[in-house]
Structure formats: C-alpha cells, structure tokens
C-alpha cells in the first residue's frame, strides 16, 4: 500500500507566475483535500474533492483551482500568485469524504514567492 | 463559521501526563480529530471523536463534551519523540466537508 505523495518537494516562483502542484492519494482513497498551512499556523482547508467533483471549499479567491483525475490523483492550481501564498501545501487523501474524521497527509509542498 | 482554541505551548517531563485543551465554536458540529505533526513533517492522524466520551489508543487518549464545546487529547508515559505540534480539527454537520484546524499547541518535553 503505497501512501500519500506530492510533487514537487520544494519550488520558488515569482508574483505574477503561476503553479500547479501534484498529488497522488493513497491506494483506494477516492477523495483528496488541499491545505495550506503558513509557517507557526495550523492547515487552513482550500478545498476538497470526492470522486472528481469539488465537495467543500475553504475561503480561497478563485484563482486557486483544483481537478482530481478518474485514478483519484489530483492538482492544485494557484493563478497570479501573490507573496502570502508562500506556504506549505498539503494534500491528505481520505475515504468518502473523510466521513471518520481520519486523513492521511502528504510530505507537502514548499512554495515560496519572490 | 467555526473557530478553535488550544493552548500555544506546553511542557512536560518524560513519563509525565499532559492534556491538551481545545475549544470550538462551530455552526454545526460533525466531530473533533487531533493529528500530531513534527517539524518538517506532515500531520499524522491520531484520533476522532463523534460522540461524547473517551477514546483510548495506545498511550494517547481523547476526550469530546459536545453540550461544553469541549475536548482534550491526553498524552501518557511522555517520551521525547512526542515533542511535536498537536492540532484539533473540527468539521461542520452537513453535506460539504469544510474542516478547520486549530493553530496548534508546541509539546515540549524534557528529558
């Protein structure tokens, strides 16, 4: 059983440029949620997505998107990014939406904002 | 909306016993998790708590009181390797899975 994995592990961008970043959920997981998390902070929910449909979203402008794909791996797109969105971000992938509150994280992505 | 409160750091001895306090207020409330996470990593699940009382695994205990708004996670027989950030989690009642995690509480455990 392979676990949550994230790609890339670390990327600098400037403002203005955009990202995608990559994850692949854990073995027969069919839902996937992005999190940021700033430095100090705990994970702040962008948005979740349950077999390929986006299920609840946290309060990010729209210029963050995501897609999850039929094998249930999924990205999220940051359009113009901004300085504060220098962050960790965090994909955990969970069964049925994560109705038993358990979640299984991802290493995470650094992104950092010049 | 929903909001959660956690103490910003706690200390401990090894083999002591600490509780870690968190408060929500919550629009609809679905149920409570806690997930530890050390420096450089990612968060790992270690509870959930639905229904009022006491959940037991391992060396780690929570606890949820849904009319206080209330929950705790316990930490006994403390080794250094518990030294990490613990947050709380909550997720609204409904058909949209909106979570929020508290800020996290800094253990710190001493030899």
């Known amino acids: 059983e392979t676990g949550v994995t994230q790609s890339p592990t670390h990327l600098i961008k400037t403002r203005g440029q955009q990202v995608t970043l990559r994850c692949s959920s854990q073995s027969g997981h069919n839902t996937v949620s992005w999190y940021q998390q700033a430095l100090g902070q705990g994970p702040q929910f962008i948005f979740q997505?349950?077999?390929?449909?986006?299920?609840g979203r946290g309060n990010f402008p729209p210029r963050f998107s995501g897609l999850q794909f039929p094998n249930y791996s999924s990205e999220l797109n940051v359009n113009a990014l901004e300085l504060d969105d220098s962050a960790l971000y965090l994909c955990a992938s969970s069964l049925s939406g994560g109705a038993s509150g358990e979640q299984f994280f991802g290493p995470g992505t650094r992104l950092t904002v010049l | 909306g929903q909001s959660l409160e956690q103490p910003s750091e706690v200390t401990a001895v090894e083999g002591a016993i600490v509780q870690i306090n968190c408060t929500y207020q919550t629009s609809g409330f679905y149920g409570l998790s806690w997930y530890q996470q050390h420096d450089g990593g990612a968060p790992t699940f270690l509870s959930y708590?639905?229904?009022?009382g006491l959940e037991e695994t391992g060396r780690f205990s929570s606890f949820l009181s849904r009319s206080d708004s209330y929950g705790y996670l316990l930490l006994q027989e403390l080794q250094m390797k518990d030294s990490a950030s613990y947050f709380c989690a909550v997720r609204e009642q409904g058909g949209s899975y909106i979570p929020t995690f508290g800020r996290g509480t800094s253990l710190i455990v001493h030899p």
């Open positions: 708590n639905a229904l009022d």
């Open positions: 997505y349950y077999r390929e449909e986006e299920n």
